[in-house]
């Protein structure tokens, strides 16, 4: 959680706690309200408020001036009843490293980079090789772009602002106005690629996975030599990865009243 400067971490904590407890009588507030509700300067509520916007604990409400409960709220209460991501997805990993003998794995989002959560090995003689917790830059492979391209503007640019567009090879993008439109291009498709950006010679294919709250969570991938990414193979490849990521997708969000995947993926980021 943000950091207060010269405050006791557990007082920070009570008071996080006692401002998340506020919405419930009242799903808009203002940093005003919040103020005089807890008896604390406006300009402490506003501290605080902060730290919890920098966790996406709350979030700017969109129809009007104040805050509501973040996206990470809703998702923490979903895993209250809800299989974790893993254990949904792995069947789905290991299907796709059935049918096409390719490596497969799962992306999620951690600090500003991407983190393997789950793999499964293919059985090409010749393949990419990752760890479960292997980190990788958000900019430079396709499930990263394909998690990056759908967070909310303001994640996206503090992300890049904060990590940079470190050039990995001759192909990697370090320009944010390619980047974008590289963005565009993904929410309009579904899907992600990437040409050798991170790693020479290979070809990289993924898709987006969403929690109930329509906030992308993860992606779901394969990086493969660059003989294997084109073609026929290159067409199936992209549909098994966007019918997966769609089911799992699915899985995560049953039984909510929520956007249809295909509404989801084509659904622009609000500036």
């Known amino acids: 959680m943000g950091h207060i400067q010269g405050s006791n971490p557990l007082g920070t904590l009570e008071k996080c706690v006692q401002i998340l407890t506020l919405f419930s009588d009242s799903p808009v507030l203002q940093v005003s309200e919040i103020a005089e509700k807890m008896g604390q300067p406006r300009s402490t509520a506003y501290r605080y408020v902060a730290a919890l916007r920098a966790n996406h604990l709350v979030e700017e409400a969109e129809d009007g001036p104040g805050y509501r409960l973040g996206p990470k709220i809703l998702e923490l209460a979903a895993s209250m009843s809800r299989r974790p991501l893993r254990d949904v997805a792995k069947p789905y990993l290991a299907r796709i490293g059935r049918e096409t003998g390719e490596t497969v794995i799962l992306l999620g989002l951690r600090d500003q980079v991407g983190v393997c959560l789950e793999k499964v090995d293919g059985n090409q003689t010749l393949r990419v090789s990752y760890d479960r917790g292997d980190v990788y830059p958000l900019h430079a492979s396709a499930t990263g772009k394909a998690i990056l391209a759908y967070l909310d503007r303001k994640e996206q640019k503090q992300i890049i602002k904060t990590i940079g567009l470190k050039s990995f090879t001759p192909t990697t993008i370090t320009q944010s106005s390619i980047l ?18 991170l790693i020479e010679g290979t070809q990289g294919i993924a898709a987006p996975i969403f929690s109930f709250s329509g906030r992308v ?10 003989h294997r990414g084109e073609g026929e193979n290159r067409r199936l490849l992209i549909q098994s990865l966007t019918e997966a990521a769609e089911q799992i997708t699915q899985e995560l969000t049953s039984q909510q009243a929520e956007p249809t995947y295909t509404q989801r993926f084509r659904r622009s980021n609000k500036t």
């Not at 974008?180 to 950006?197: A, M, P, T, V």
């Open 180 to 197: 974008e439109r590289e963005f565009e291009k993904i929410r309009e498709n579904g899907f992600s690629e990437s040409d050798g950006e």
């Open 217 to 226: 969570v993860a992606s779901i991938g394969v990086s493969v030599p660059q």
